[in-house]
């Protein structure tokens, strides 16, 4: 039993010598008592050089400070401690990184308390740690670069955005503007004119030497200007409705929705708000010529017969709802009103005025909503 102890211990000692890691025994304050070769090899000193320090002598600044403060005292809480960074300093000065697991030996009765400690290189690990953190410092900058790329990309969409809508707005403004002055001038010059040419011919039936076929085509002529007069007051209305200007947008959309009746014989139900105040003239010249656009597209696509039209108010926004009960849910017919030109006018006015536009099938029928916000 003797001889296999002590083969046992030669094995053992050979194995110490010659592990790839490095192996130190050490008494509670640190004094080097035994070293194997592989950690003399590390560090470059010889083993009368080692047994004459302390392991922490052999650390860097910090790493001394960390042993004596902290690994120290845990080692002799616990007894054990795994997986330590430390960086020794070799004979040349150059630093080697290292993984210290460290284990408290108690012995017999008498003997003396050993710490036994396995250090491994961390070289390649230090270096994987530095590719890493180097990666990381790199990605973040580039996420940065990045994001301020966007939050440039972003502001400058927003002033394209910006223009575009003031633009828009401008070309909507002369438009209007252009069909209130043509609206004016039908009604003022051209109505005037078709007024005294009926005055003239009615003086011509009081002439007594016309002969009756004259007076039947004056007659006729007659029957044509009233008729003339009454479709140029119509364009007239639909270019620019006076009342909206005059005494504002529930009464501009009555007189509107009045004569639309009256013409397409569709039955429009008009709701709206009782507590409706004057908006500024660009929200209602849009909230009518929205309301102009959605029943003319009823008149020519649904084949419905009623349609409602709702104006509603409260304090943060205004909402206008369109239905009719025709045949809105076919392909053709949503196709005709989500890609028809006079979509597109009133999607630049929705957007124009910051709003928003949802054309939805109704079962049956369509139901188009618009929101604005309080200008």
């Known amino acids: 039993?003797?001889?296999?102890?002590?083969?046992?211990?030669?094995?053992?000692?050979?194995?110490?010598?010659?592990?790839?890691?490095?192996?130190?025994?050490?008494?509670?304050?640190?004094?080097?008592?035994k070293a194997n070769q592989t950690f003399l090899d590390w560090t470059?000193?010889?083993?009368?050089?080692?047994?004459?320090?302390?392991?922490?002598?052999?650390l860097s600044v910090p790493g001394k400070i960390f042993y004596e403060t902290q690994f120290a005292p845990l080692l002799q809480l616990q007894g054990v401690v795994k997986e330590v960074a430390f960086e020794l300093v070799r004979s040349n000065r150059e630093p080697l990184p290292v993984l210290v697991n460290s284990v408290q030996h108690q012995?017999?009765?008498?003997?003396?308390?050993?710490?036994?400690?396995?250090?491994?290189?961390?070289?390649?690990?230090r270096k994987y740690e530095q590719h890493l953190l180097s990666a990381r410092r790199k990605l973040e900058s580039e996420v940065l670069d990045r994001t301020v790329e966007l939050e440039r990309e972003i502001t400058e969409r927003k002033r394209v955005e910006e223009d575009l809508r003031e633009l828009t707005g401008r070309l909507l403004r002369l438009r209007d503007d252009e069909q209130r002055r043509l609206a004016r001038e039908l009604h003022d010059s051209v109505g005037q004119l078709l007024v005294a040419l009926s005055m003239n011919q009615?003086?011509?039936?009081?002439?007594?030497?016309?002969?009756?076929?004259?007076?039947?085509?004056?007659?006729?002529?007659?029957?044509f200007v009233s008729n003339l007069s009454a479709e140029i007051r119509t364009i007239s209305h639909l270019l620019?409705?006076?009342?909206?200007?005059?005494?504002?947008?529930?009464?501009?959309?009555?007189?509107?929705?009045?004569?639309?009746?009256?013409r397409s014989k569709i039955v429009v139900e008009l709701e709206i708000s009782p507590d409706l105040q004057r908006f500024h003239p660009d929200l209602e010249t849009a909230v009518f010529r929205i309301v102009q656009?959605?029943?003319?597209?009823i008149y020519r696509h649904s084949g419905s017969n009623r349609a409602v039209v709702r104006l509603l108010?409260?304090?943060?926004?205004?909402?206008?709802?369109?239905?009719?009960?025709?045949?809105?849910?076919?392909?053709?017919?949503?196709?005709?009103?989500?890609?028809?030109?006079?979509?597109?006018?009133?999607?630049?006015?929705?957007r124009q005025l910051r709003g928003s536009l949802e054309i939805t099938s109704a079962q049956p029928g369509v139901r188009v909503v618009v929101t604005f916000p309080h200008q």
Do not use: W
């Open 1 to 33: 039993m003797a001889l296999n102890a002590q083969i046992s211990r030669q094995i053992v000692q050979e194995l110490y010598e010659i592990a790839p890691c490095g192996f130190l025994s050490t008494l509670p304050d640190g004094t080097i008592i």
């Open 44 to 58: 470059g000193y010889s083993l009368e050089e080692v047994l004459s320090k302390k392991f922490q002598d052999l």
């Open 107 to 125: 012995p017999e009765k008498g003997g003396v308390v050993l710490i036994h400690s396995a250090l491994f290189d961390a070289t390649d690990r």
């Open 202 to 223: 009615s003086q011509m039936l009081n002439d007594p030497q016309i002969t009756p076929s004259t007076a039947e085509l004056i007659k006729q002529n007659s029957s």
């Open 240 to 262: 620019h409705p006076p009342l909206l200007d005059e005494v504002g947008l529930g009464a501009g959309l009555r007189g509107f929705i009045e004569g639309f009746c009256d």
């Open 293 to 297: 656009e959605c029943l003319t597209n």
């Open 313 to 350: 108010t409260d304090p943060s926004e205004i909402r206008l709802e369109i239905r009719d009960f025709g045949t809105g849910t076919a392909p053709d017919t949503m196709e005709k009103l989500q890609f028809g030109v006079g979509l597109r006018g009133m999607q630049q006015r929705v």
